[in-house]
């Protein structure tokens, strides 16, 4: 379904379809206990500093309601950290399974993002593997070289039960990879096409609080590797130099998408509005941004979406 993006009277952007739903990329479910098979040095999970707890979970079907009540629909539903989500107990990843299932009219489609854990973990992989997209994010497409990088010890593309998975790499743009990028994208889609369902540039971020600060040795790490937000107009010339551009630059999604010759998307988010932004995160019961804010997502009652949709004009559609 088509989709425009508007101004709310508050100033603020929002992505609408036809039917005046707001179409978020992501509802982000983060678990509050710490534990994963890899030991990164930019760990993503560490790096934010969320203080941890329950999780609540009980609470994730009336959320999940309040979502719908107020006209929200997603690009897709990510099972995430804190951590490696594989690890959690089953019997709390069936329970979430089931609620998750009773809405499936409110997401496109589903991803759970892994170290690569979980294919080497038959019975909870056979609960997701059938609808899921697996997130993994590597910062060489050599097998070695990432176990290396990422510090882990089993090579998770060997396992079986990727063979018959649907995958997404987060492919890191480091200092030291960058000047490859292009033999990088092609390498990623000839040996992985099969089970590739698309492909990431990762710019890391720094510190979800306040990318200002430096909160600890992952950010120094990031800041001294990996390319940064300034760097993203270099990246974004080459790839359009390449690679045929699907969409327009929108501030809501904040990303850049290409198609490779092959058919396969690439994504960069390009970090230039507030982190996280169009994602709605489900953490400790309650839904929050990327800074452990409050979202509040109920619109006031004279905001009328169709008519703000209808109104839009052709440069507003969101081409994807
Ligand atoms: S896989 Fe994720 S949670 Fe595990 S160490 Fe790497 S970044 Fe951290």
Not at 5 to 15: E, F, H
Not at 36 to 56: E, F, M, Q, S, V
Not at 139 to 144: G, I, K, N, T, Y
Request: charged share 25%; glycine share 6%; hydrophobic share 35%.
């Amino acid at each position: 379904m088509e989709k425009r993006l508007v101004q709310l009277p508050d100033g603020q952007y929002v992505v609408v379809d036809a039917l005046g739903h707001r179409i978020y990329k992501t509802f982000m479910v983060v678990g509050s206990r710490y534990t994963c098979d890899k030991n990164c040095p930019y760990c993503t999970a560490k790096i934010t500093l969320w203080p941890g707890g329950n999780n609540h979970w009980e609470q994730m079907a009336s959320q999940i309601e309040r979502c719908e009540r107020a006209g929200i629909r997603f690009e897709y539903l990510t099972m995430s950290g804190n951590g490696e989500p594989s690890k959690n107990p089953i019997g709390e990843l069936r329970e979430l399974r089931d609620v998750f299932d009773r809405f499936p009219h409110l997401f496109e489609y589903r991803r759970f993002q892994t170290s690569g854990n979980i294919f080497w973990n038959p019975e909870i992989f056979a609960l997701f593997g059938h609808d899921h997209v697996f997130e993994i994010t590597r910062v060489s497409l050599d097998s070695a070289e990432d176990m290396q990088g990422l510090c882990y010890n089993r090579d998770y593309t060997q396992a079986p039960a990727f063979q018959e998975a649907r995958v997404v790499f987060n492919h890191c743009l480091l200092k030291a990879n960058y000047h490859r990028l292009l033999e990088d994208i092609d390498a990623y889609i000839q040996r992985y096409g099969r089970v590739l369902h698309s492909l990431n540039l990762k710019i890391l971020n720094t510190n979800t609080f306040d990318e200002t600060q430096l909160s600890s040795r992952y950010s120094q790490w990031i800041l001294d590797t990996g390319l940064g937000k300034g760097d993203v107009d270099m990246v974004v010339a080459v790839m359009n130099n390449h690679f045929e551009r699907v969409n327009d630059y929108n501030p809501f999604f904040d990303r850049f998408e290409w198609r490779h010759p092959s058919g396969m998307l690439i994504t960069l988010y390009a970090r230039r509005t507030p982190y996280g932004l169009p994602n709605i995160v489900f953490y400790r019961g309650a839904l929050v941004d990327y800074s452990l804010h409050p979202q509040h997502i109920e619109l006031p009652e004279d905001v009328d979406l169709k008519a703000l949709f209808n109104a839009a004009p052709e440069v507003a559609r969101v081409r994807t």
